[in-house]
């Protein structure tokens, strides 16, 4: 019988249960709006994971994880070529530059970690191929999926908090007028960054978060944050242009005298500092 | 209301913190540290990066925001991002430090990429003793003839107005020229 679905449906936390539980072998594959995953099980424990762009390699997990540094990635990457993970593992433990526990546990929090990111997915299909498991050259794990389960089933939870917090994402965001004075010491993370950056009351969150990539969780979470530190406000959006990804006119759309007004307006502005 | 952008980029230690500081009704969001390599290491958890976010308010209805680009080479993925919808953008170098005019060519040429809107270049830490002259740092810089090359003491209100009222008036003046 075909384990496949919606995850609007089945959440992935019901999923991780339900391959601990039959003790399942094979991969999950998740299809999302932006992103696909695979994550791979062995006797319904975690083995593997591998989301997106990432190439899933050990020099790459070593490197997200802090145990290479980006020059040491790089030489890797470039004149070691040929080398599978299992090999490089064993070379790095020969070459006492880190211990086969070092690398146990670097894979163990990025597959972890991975999981983690799938718990914000609230939108996409899913399918369980039994015959599907990691490229044989690939590091693999063993880790029990109770712990994940729990802390998914609490991450729902906030995203119902969440939910009632921002309970449309057809609402835009603006700069507040005043913002407190907390946001002296703010210190933005990339991602807030990226939406920081989308802010407009022409832009619905909805869109913000599909220009910076986001699911819905994430998006919320990032949102809240804001408005929490009084940098921005909820107001219902001004027109419905879309964001667009490139090329968009520098000023706002309007005709040309208003543009030119605007730009006499913030001459004036300076001018006056 | 309506909010407008300019972006202040250049390369690290450049003045852009200090110049944003110098014209903004808020505190400059965040300074930023150099991280070394090894403390980089330790912040690999919680990774953040210092974002320097200025505002000056025009009128009811408009607010004109200056963001500064984050120095760190491998936050440069940002640059696109941030350029996106900006009305002009102000590449500052240090005039005391030659060794960083090629790097701050590159990054102007990587935002005209991005966006074709207007640009000034300020030729910032005049007041220092040891500054190049304007004229030298042109032609170090390839700066053709029409790019605007100005004298800038970040920490000097009325240069940084000033850099930032040659950015207008050349955005004006590219508005005033399309019509046509
Ligand atoms: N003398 C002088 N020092 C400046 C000037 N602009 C910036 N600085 C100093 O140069 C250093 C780097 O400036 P900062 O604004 O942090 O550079 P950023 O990395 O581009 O943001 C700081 O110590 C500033 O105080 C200037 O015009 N003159
Ligand atoms: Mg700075």
């Known amino acids: 019988m075909a384990l496949r679905g919606n995850l609007r449906d089945f959440t992935v936390t019901q999923l991780l249960n339900l391959i601990n539980l039959a003790h399942k072998t094979g991969t999950l594959v998740i299809e999302a709006p932006n992103e696909v995953a695979k994550v791979s099980f062995r006797d319904g424990k975690l083995s593997y994971a591998q989301i997106g762009q990432d190439d899933g390699h050990l020099a790459s997990i070593l490197h997200k994880t802090s145990r290479l540094t980006t020059g040491q990635l790089r030489a890797i990457q470039l004149r070691a070529t040929h080398v599978s993970d299992k090999e490089l593992g064993l070379l790095l433990i020969n070459a006492g530059h880190m211990t086969q526990d070092d690398i146990l546990s670097s894979l163990q929090s990025y597959f972890t970690d991975m999981v983690r990111r799938l718990f914000t997915w609230i939108e996409g299909s899913f399918r369980f191929e039994n ?24 991450q729902l939870r906030e995203f119902e908090q969440l939910q009632d917090e921002i309970p449309s994402l057809e609402m835009a965001l603006r700069f507040t007028e005043r ?95 | 209301m309506q909010t407008v952008k300019m972006v202040v980029t250049g390369p690290f230690s450049a003045g852009k913190t200090e110049f944003i500081r110098s014209v903004s009704e808020i505190d400059v969001v965040a300074t930023e540290r150099k991280i070394s390599s090894d403390s980089e290491r330790a912040v690999k958890q919680a990774t953040t990066v210092a ?15 200056l963001f500064g680009t984050p120095g760190q080479k491998r936050f440069d993925f940002m640059w696109e991002i941030l350029s996106e919808g900006m009305l002009g953008f102000i590449v500052m170098v240090d005039s005391t430090r030659p060794e960083t005019f090629r790097e701050a060519r590159s990054i102007l040429e990587t935002f005209r990429a991005y966006a074709p809107t207007p640009y000034v270049v300020a030729a910032n830490k ?55």
Not at chain 1, 142 to 150: H, T, W
């Open chain 2, 51 to 65: 974002m320097d976010f200025g505002r000056i308010t025009v009128d009811e209805d408009l607010v004109l925001y």
């Open chain 1, 179 to 273: 913002p407190g004075s907390n946001l002296q010491k703010m210190n933005l993370s990339v991602e807030e960054w990226r939406v920081v950056s989308y802010i407009s009351p022409k832009n619905t969150i909805q869109q913000i978060a599909s220009a910076a990539k986001m699911g819905d969780m994430e998006i919320r979470r990032i949102v809240y944050g804001l408005i929490q530190a009084g940098l921005v406000e909820v107001v219902r959006p001004d027109g419905a242009a879309p964001v667009q990804e490139r090329a968009r006119p520098a000023i706002p759309v309007q005709n040309r005298e208003e543009q030119k007004s605007l730009v006499n307006r913030l001459i004036t502005r300076i001018r006056s500092i």
């Open chain 1, 131 to 154: 015959d599907m498991m990691p490229p044989p050259d690939r590091i693999t794990v063993r880790l029990d999926l109770e712990n994940l389960i729990i802390e998914g089933a609490r």
């Open chain 2, 126 to 180: 005049q007041d220092v003793d040891d500054a190049w002259e304007l004229e030298d740092m042109r032609h170090a810089l390839r700066l053709d003839g029409k790019v605007k090359l100005l004298p800038c003491v970040a920490t000097d209100k009325d240069t940084v107005k000033n850099v930032l009222l040659e950015l207008l008036y050349s955005i004006l003046a590219e508005m005033e020229g399309n019509e046509k």
